[in-house]
């Protein structure tokens, strides 16, 4: 490939949340361009198998990559946990040398380590990525002295997704999960939001959750983390495109898409349809 082209950043979701994360980045980064692919087709990918996970998932990386990205971000905490070691290790190793995949469990527990002083941390997220440990993990390699508690939430993806998540009848479902959490240790005085579509639940959430704990959203950390790699990695920053252009893709219905996407984007989105069933 010619070297001197520029590339817009990839960033790749199971279908919404990612847009949670990729608003933190125009607000950090706004003159990056950025490529948005959520695979609304195949989500949500919080329930499926690590097979499954990491073939969409890289299915869905190679697309961006075929678009022109050369960095990807998986702003999917699924992805992350369940397909990322295996791209970044097998994968990419027979691919460009320039070509690179990031996620956001890392970043999230290198800041979360730091925050909490009881050193007792919680996790909600998909039954994937708690099962997963990739949490657990990647604390203990920061942070040995951290006890890690995790629940998963199966039920908020889709409350989130059908705009059920503010009303009444959510309140069930996350005061059970708060429990479920807090029944583990009293000591927990942080908590990590570990699923992308989760910062839509925050308010619920702290309606229930007692005030001296805190509620950890992934997009702003994950921002700053991406623009530090950005300084740290100069050969990558220089061939990013920067006329702070953003493109909306999905793998379902584009008007479906756009009428969601607003929620998690906070602005106005307009979407193109990619084919989910990408053949390589
Ligand atoms: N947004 C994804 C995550 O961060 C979960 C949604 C899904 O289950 O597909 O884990």
């Not at 623009?227 to 584009?254: G, V």
Request: aromatic content about 12%.
């Amino acid at each position: 490939m010619n070297t001197a082209e520029k590339f817009p950043i990839g960033v790749f979701d199971s279908g919404y949340g990612g847009l949670t994360v990729l608003k933190e980045f125009v607000e950090t980064l706004p003159e990056y361009d950025f490529i948005y692919l959520g695979d609304n087709a195949r989500a949500p990918y919080g329930n499926r198998s690590f097979e499954t996970v990491y073939e969409f998932t890289f299915a869905c990386v190679q697309q961006l990559f075929n678009m022109g990205c050369r960095l990807v971000v998986l702003a999917c905490n699924t992805a992350s946990a369940k397909a990322l070691r295996n791209i970044q290790q097998n994968d990419l190793q027979n691919m460009d040398a320039a070509l690179r995949v990031l996620g956001v469990i890392r970043p999230t527990t290198e800041i979360a380590g730091k925050i909490s002083i009881t050193k007792h941390i919680g996790i909600f997220a998909t039954a994937g990525t708690v099962v997963s440990g990739s949490y657990p993990i990647e604390i203990k390699k920061f942070y040995p002295e951290v006890k890690v508690f995790q629940e998963a939430c199966p039920m908020w993806v889709p409350l989130i997704e059908n705009n059920e998540h503010s009303k009444p009848g959510a309140n069930y479902f996350v005061k059970q999960h708060i429990d479920n959490l807090l029944n583990q240790s009293g000591e927990i005085d942080t908590i990590i939001l570990g699923c992308t579509h989760y910062p839509l639940l925050m308010n619920k959430i702290k309606q229930f959750l007692p005030e001296n704990i805190q509620l950890i959203s992934q997009g702003e950390i994950v921002a700053n983390s991406l623009k530090d790699y950005l300084m740290r990695h100069p050969e990558i920053e220089n061939r990013c495109s920067k006329n702070s252009i953003l493109k909306f893709y999905t793998t379902d219905s584009t008007e479906i898409f756009d009428t969601h996407a607003s929620f998690f984007f906070g602005k106005e989105v307009q979407s193109e349809f990619m084919n989910s069933d990408i053949t390589f």
